[in-house]
């Protein structure tokens, strides 16, 4: 069974339109992270937590939000979406944050029209 | 400022033959971790092999092997005998902010032929 799992797994939306990525893992880890996968750029981090109610800044955060409801959910949240948020979503969780592997979800595919 | 370079975008390689490809990075801290990720084509990314700063043997899991140098700041991820299954986009990842999350490289695909 899948341990991260992502919502929706494809995704299309207007510019301006609101848009919530979700994320649940089952690992029992603390860390969970949000990236974005763009040709040219690799994986970029986005937002960050390390246990419910917390969130860090990541590299790419502009245009953002994320929340973590619980230690399984993390979601990523688009209020105003633009066409330069289309990219591949892709969810993670680590239990010893960037000193440990992490484990990923299969992605989510934003399309912003 | 934290940065992971993967300088080559491509590689061809023939079956049961050896794979090598770079990664250089850029940090200040004293102590570190780098990571090797495999991103197969359906999109599914999954954790390969890890180096610690502190430890000086290279890492080896299976066929993958690690040809770490310190003092160039690189982490070569090594394949041998290789199978078609592993083509696929290779990432290089160094942990990043104060340890609490990773930096990846743009990546390297490897595409492997009878």
């Known amino acids: 069974e899948a341990a991260v799992t992502q919502s929706p797994r494809n995704k299309v939306t207007v510019t301006g339109g609101n848009v919530t990525l979700s994320c649940r893992q089952t690992?029992?880890?603390?860390?969970m992270y949000w990236y974005r996968q763009d040709t040219g750029h690799g994986l970029r981090l986005i937002h960050y937590?390390?246990?419910?109610?917390?969130?860090q800044i990541g590299d790419v955060p502009d245009g953002y939000k994320a929340t973590r409801t619980t230690q399984e959910d993390f979601f990523l949240l688009l209020e105003l979406a633009s066409p330069s948020q289309t990219s591949l979503y892709f969810c993670?969780?680590?239990?010893?944050?960037?000193?440990?592997?992490?484990?990923f979800g299969p992605g989510t595919r934003l399309t912003v029209l | 400022a934290q940065k992971v370079t993967q300088t080559q975008t491509s590689i061809s390689v023939v079956e049961k033959t050896t794979v090598t490809m770079d990664c250089v990075y850029e940090?200040?801290?004293?102590?570190?971790?780098l990571f090797w990720y495999k991103q197969t084509a359906s999109g599914e990314i999954v954790f390969l092999i890890r180096?610690?700063?502190?430890?000086?043997e290279n890492a080896t899991v299976g066929h993958y092997s690690l040809n770490f140098q310190k003092p160039k700041s690189s982490i070569g991820l090594i394949i041998t005998a290789t199978q078609i299954e592993d083509s696929a986009v290779y990432f290089c990842?160094?942990?990043?902010?104060?340890?609490?999350?990773?930096?990846f490289g743009t990546g390297t695909t490897v595409s492997v032929s009878p």
């Open positions: 993670a969780s680590s239990d010893v944050g960037g000193r440990g592997e992490q484990y």
């Open positions: 690992n029992s880890h603390n860390y």
């Open positions: 937590s390390y246990g419910a109610g917390n969130l």
């Open positions: 940090t200040r801290d004293s102590s570190y971790f």
């Open positions: 180096q610690d700063s502190y430890k000086k």
């Open positions: 990842a160094m942990s990043h902010q104060g340890g609490r999350a990773l930096i």
